[in-house]
């Protein structure tokens, strides 16, 4: 079982929270593993990194297939699906990630492929994400 | 763990525990972290690169540094 603490950030709305950060590594073209923390999104359809770093991954952007991503607003994010290898603490793992067509504010770990391969469980009291490989 | 997969879990930790602090001064910015320094850019191919240039042997951490506004993804 992996074990990820909740971390400690700053709101204006709701002073200090708590959000759900994943740390892992992705492997890169050159096959390379690059360290990043990404928020688990229950919510999302799919995993999202932004541009640049999908551009410092070598990712040829427009290589994948085309998607289209709407969020609660009205606007809406091209991203182009590229196949990853992810390191979950120790489990490393196949999924497919979408690169958005612009830089990001946040990377998401969604459910696509990733819900499948973990069960994943949001300890509210412990503030802690639990990831179980099925 | 060998010392660089332990360093790298170090700094995993450091940003857990320091990124309402480093909200203050990143809020927006691209960061990449080693041994708990900081390297800062407008997109993560400028932090990285900083990075490098001042870690050559050593991969960072790389993360987005959140703003202060509520997320509903």
Same mark, same amino acid.
């Not at chain 2, 927006?28 to 900083?50: L, M, Q, R, T």
């Given at each position: ?12 709305? $709701?002073g200090r929270l708590k ?7 992705? +492997? ?17 359809? *799919? ?5 640049? $770093?999908?551009? #410092? ?7 994948? =297939? ?7 607003? &009205? ?17 490393? *793992? ?7 067509? *612009?830089?990001? @504010?946040?990377?998401?770990?969604? =459910?696509?492929?990733?819900?499948? #391969?973990? &069960?994943?469980?949001?300890?509210? @009291? +412990?503030?802690?994400? =639990?990831?179980? +490989?099925? | 763990?060998?010392?660089? %997969? ?10 857990g525990k320091n990124m309402?602090?480093? %909200? ?7 960061i990449a972290v080693v ?9 993560? /191919? ?17 993360? /987005? ?9």
């Amino acid at each position: 079982m992996i074990e990820y603490q909740w971390r400690d950030e700053g709101s204006d709305s $709701f002073g200090r929270l708590k959000r759900p950060i994943a740390q892992l590594h992705i +492997k890169d073209k050159s096959g390379e593993w690059r360290a990043i923390s990404m928020l688990i999104d229950s919510g999302a359809d *799919v995993s999202i990194i932004s541009k640049d $770093f999908g551009e #410092l991954f070598g990712h040829n952007l427009k290589k994948g =297939r085309k998607i289209k991503l709407k969020g609660i607003g &009205e606007g809406e994010v091209v991203a182009y699906i590229h196949k990853m290898d992810m390191l979950v603490g120790k489990h490393e *793992v196949s999924i497919e990630v979408a690169i958005a067509s *612009v830089d990001l @504010k946040v990377n998401i770990l969604g =459910r696509r492929n990733l819900f499948d #391969l973990f &069960e994943i469980q949001f300890k509210n @009291k +412990k503030q802690e994400t =639990r990831f179980l +490989k099925n | 763990m060998v010392p660089e %997969q332990k360093r790298k879990h170090k700094d995993f930790v450091w940003l857990g525990k320091n990124m309402h602090k480093l %909200q203050e001064k990143y809020a927006g910015k691209v960061i990449a972290v080693v041994n708990g320094h900081v390297s800062a850019g407008e997109d993560a /191919i400028e932090a990285y690169k900083k990075s490098r240039k001042e870690f050559p042997d050593n991969e960072p951490v790389m993360d /987005i540094v959140p703003t202060k506004e509520c997320l509903l993804l």
